[in-house]
């Protein structure tokens, strides 16, 4: 009975030292990124901040009864200014409503953050939850915090939009994957109008996942295969890529109606319709930006407009290459010398990369198990890397805020690989030491501790992050 009682009562010590140090962590969090907005972040004309904010006055006052009704422009999308238009007063000057801006959002990456490591811990140990979750408050997350932008929350989304299609790979009773999908689709939509970048990404997705199904019946009518799958779950899983798209058209309807009824054109963007096709911001910026793009269709000869087949039959491959080169130099180079993210995602890398050398057998397994997942995430990884390398001569700022989409996908893959069987079990020797996969945990853990002491206020305070 008392040791029983003592193992309850240190159990009780455990749980409550976590959550001190959580509350201790949050705190910090919370000062830093607050410190930060108000040291570095002083001008909302930086990273299109100014843009948001007007976006919340529009809605707000759209909301309020003016007449007529005035339309976002098709740069921004409408959920973060809808956001921010809660919490908006007229009374406000903009200097104080920069100020309430910034605020917000900082509130908004303490609950994003919170609910992230809710979803990591049910598919994580303890450990690498808890590792996931700082090295993503602390390798980017309080980078951002302070700024009146939508990349938080548009990361946050992307990443539940991304958990939820690779679920339904897996998933295998009827209703629950019907259920899944309608979910799935709702996330794209308001992923989609939080920033617009998911058609690809859906495109991707539905590619993979009607594949994967066609290629199982295939499969089956060769073996002469009945089970073990009922007829009623396979026709739940054929129709839940249409219940994804259809979802994800419903939630996007008003804004695809409104922009084909000013623009002419269902999913247009001014970023993606456009300015991708011009080789800079310079080009873009007197090309369809002076003519008119943000208040209806560019007053331009069809000729003059850019597109794919315009910039296919103006480049050749040397300049499409290069031009793709020195988006991929980019990308290293900011990653190198703005945030305190890189070194944790080579270390993750690292780790995987041993782990498949030393059990390759289990790792062509696991892909021949989950073959469609497994392509899913192959061409997510090529369609992600390619798209953000190609539009960074457009952005004017770097590859950062449009890689940061990806880091958390690739980041929770990864640790969902290193901590299941077989691999959570592998071992290796150095210098006549034995470790294991816990032994890499704790050295992250530890390496997180040290640059959260040490590194990271530095680092944050001579770091613009708005960009």
Same mark, same amino acid.
């Given at each position: 009975?008392?040791?029983?009682?003592?193992?309850?009562?240190?159990?009780?010590?455990?749980?409550?030292?976590?959550?001190?140090?959580?509350?201790?962590?949050?705190?910090?969090?919370?000062?830093?990124?607050?410190?930060?907005?108000?040291?570095?972040?002083?001008?909302?004309?930086?990273?299109?901040?100014?843009?948001?904010?007007?976006?919340?006055?529009?809605?707000?006052?759209?909301?309020?009864?003016?007449?007529?009704?005035?339309?976002?422009?098709?740069?921004?999308?409408?959920?973060?200014?809808?956001?921010?238009?809660?919490?908006?007063?007229?009374?406000?000057?903009?200097?104080?409503?920069?100020?309430?801006?910034?605020?917000?959002?900082?509130?908004?990456?303490?609950?994003?953050?919170?609910?992230?490591?809710?979803?990591?811990?049910?598919?994580?140990?303890?450990?690498?939850?808890?590792?996931?979750?700082?090295?993503?408050?602390?390798?980017?997350?309080?980078?951002?915090?302070?700024?009146?932008?939508?990349?938080?929350?548009?990361?946050?989304?992307?990443?539940?939009?991304?958990?939820?299609?690779?679920?339904?790979?897996?998933?295998?009773?009827?209703?629950?994957?019907?259920?899944?999908?309608?979910?799935?689709?709702?996330?794209?939509?308001?992923?989609?109008?939080?920033?617009?970048?998911?058609?690809?990404?859906?495109?991707?997705?539905?590619?993979?996942?009607?594949?994967?199904?066609?290629?199982?019946?295939?499969?089956?009518?060769?073996?002469?295969?009945?089970?073990?799958?009922?007829?009623?779950? +396979?026709?739940? $899983? !054929?129709? @839940?890529? *249409? #219940?994804?798209?259809?979802?994800? =058209?419903?939630?996007?309807?008003?804004?695809?109606?409104?922009?084909?009824?000013?623009?002419?054109?269902?999913?247009?963007?001014?970023?993606?319709?456009?300015?991708?096709?011009?080789?800079?911001?310079?080009?873009?910026?007197?090309?369809?930006?002076?003519?008119?793009?943000?208040?209806?269709?560019?007053?331009?000869?069809?000729?003059?407009?850019?597109?794919?087949?315009?910039?296919?039959?103006?480049?050749?491959?040397?300049?499409?290459?290069?031009?793709?080169?020195?988006?991929?130099?980019?990308?290293?180079?900011?990653?190198?010398?703005?945030?305190?993210?890189?070194?944790?995602?080579?270390?993750?890398?690292?780790?995987?990369?041993?782990?498949?050398? +030393?059990?390759? $057998? !289990?790792? @062509?397994? *696991? #892909?021949?198990?989950?073959?469609? =997942?497994?392509?899913?995430?192959?061409?997510?990884?090529?369609?992600?890397?390619?798209?953000?390398?190609?539009?960074?001569?457009?952005?004017?700022?770097?590859?950062?805020?449009?890689?940061?989409?990806?880091?958390?996908?690739?980041?929770?893959?990864?640790?969902?690989?290193?901590?299941?069987?077989?691999?959570?079990?592998?071992?290796?020797?150095?210098?006549?030491?034995?470790?294991?996969?816990?032994?890499?945990?704790?050295?992250?853990?530890?390496?997180?501790?040290?640059?959260?002491?040490?590194?990271?206020?530095?680092?944050?305070?001579?770091?613009?992050?708005?960009?």
């Amino acid at each position: 009975m008392r040791f029983t009682s003592s193992r309850k009562t240190g159990r009780r010590w455990a749980v409550a030292a976590r959550i001190a140090l959580l509350l201790a962590l949050a705190s910090f969090y919370a000062i830093a990124a607050n410190t930060h907005a108000t040291r570095v972040n002083t001008s909302k004309a930086r990273g299109d901040q100014s843009g948001y904010l007007y976006d919340a006055e529009v809605l707000y006052h759209n909301w309020h009864g003016a007449t007529p009704p005035k339309l976002v422009d098709r740069n921004r999308m409408p959920v973060y200014g809808g956001f921010l238009a809660l919490f908006y007063d007229p009374a406000m000057s903009d200097p104080e409503f920069f100020v309430l801006g910034r605020r917000l959002n900082i509130a908004l990456s303490l609950g994003l953050l919170a609910a992230l490591a809710f979803v990591f811990a049910r598919f994580l140990p303890p450990i690498a939850w808890m590792n996931l979750t700082l090295f993503l408050a602390f390798g980017y997350f309080v980078f951002k915090a302070g700024y009146v932008q939508s990349e938080l929350l548009f990361y946050s989304l992307f990443f539940l939009a991304f958990l939820t299609c690779c679920s339904l790979f897996t998933r295998r009773r009827a209703l629950p994957t019907l259920g899944l999908a309608a979910l799935c689709g709702a996330l794209l939509g308001v992923t989609h109008l939080t920033k617009a970048a998911m058609p690809p990404f859906a495109a991707v997705f539905l590619l993979a996942y009607f594949g994967n199904e066609a290629a199982g019946l295939i499969a089956r009518r060769r073996r002469k295969e009945t089970g073990p799958l009922s007829t009623t779950e +396979r026709l739940a $899983r !054929a129709g @839940a890529g *249409l #219940v994804v798209l259809v979802s994800f =058209l419903a939630v996007l309807a008003p804004y695809l109606s409104n922009s084909h009824r000013v623009f002419g054109h269902y999913f247009y963007n001014v970023n993606s319709t456009f300015y991708v096709w011009y080789d800079d911001w310079p080009h873009a910026s007197v090309g369809t930006y002076s003519h008119g793009d943000h208040v209806g269709w560019p007053q331009m000869p069809a000729s003059e407009l850019p597109g794919p087949a315009r910039y296919w039959r103006d480049h050749s491959l040397a300049q499409i290459a290069s031009r793709l080169g020195a988006g991929f130099e980019d990308m290293i180079v900011r990653s190198y010398h703005t945030f305190w993210y890189l070194k944790y995602v080579c270390l993750f890398f690292a780790l995987t990369a041993l782990l498949i050398a +030393r059990r390759p $057998r !289990a790792f @062509a397994d *696991l #892909v021949r198990r989950n073959a469609g =997942l497994f392509a899913f995430l192959v061409l997510y990884a090529i369609m992600g890397l390619f798209t953000t390398a190609f539009y960074s001569p457009i952005s004017g700022t770097g590859t950062t805020r449009f890689l940061l989409a990806h880091v958390l996908p690739a980041s929770f893959v990864l640790f969902r690989f290193f901590t299941r069987p077989p691999f959570a079990e592998a071992t290796g020797t150095i210098a006549g030491v034995t470790v294991t996969t816990g032994h890499f945990h704790l050295l992250v853990s530890v390496v997180l501790g040290l640059d959260i002491l040490f590194t990271v206020w530095p680092r944050l305070m001579t770091t613009y992050g708005g960009f």
